[in-house]
């Protein structure tokens, strides 16, 4: 979470709506809204790679693997996107837009997020009982 955000209070009806189709990802933390930068290749191919590894670990789990698109919604008023997040919560089979019950949720550092990444981002993290590993 790099960029300013809007000076309006956003609700997370509104951001949940907006965000279906907005060209762009955002995240929200308690009425803010952030616009999301892009990601450098390095980036992109870890996260890629290390989604793809899990996912074929998890084949017939019943275990779900994300990687950067999908939300994960911690308490009502916030939601980020994670760049590989794993639920095995069958009750994450009803949301369409976000994941609520993560067991696995890893952030790939880059300068500009590492101080948030692991600070405020992973407090809120901490707040999912269903989370067992962050990275």
Do not use: W
């Not at 762009?24 to 992109?44: F, N, P, Q, T």
């Amino acid at each position: 979470m790099v960029a300013s955000p809007n000076v309006q209070y956003v609700s997370p009806e509104e951001y949940l709506a907006r965000e279906q189709t907005s060209p762009i990802k955002h995240e929200y933390r308690d009425g803010e809204v952030y616009a999301m930068a892009g990601a450098s290749d390095a980036h992109v191919t870890i996260t890629v790679n290390l989604s793809s590894l899990l996912r074929t670990h998890l084949r017939g789990s019943g275990c779900r693997t994300y990687a950067s698109d999908m939300k994960a919604q911690v308490e009502a008023n916030r939601y980020y996107y994670p760049d590989v997040m794993v639920t095995c919560d069958e009750r994450d089979r009803t949301f369409d837009y976000f994941k609520r019950y993560p067991c696995l949720i890893v952030e790939v550092l880059s300068e500009a997020t590492e101080a948030f990444d692991q600070g405020d981002k992973f407090a809120d993290y901490r707040h999912l009982e269903s989370l067992q590993e962050y990275v």
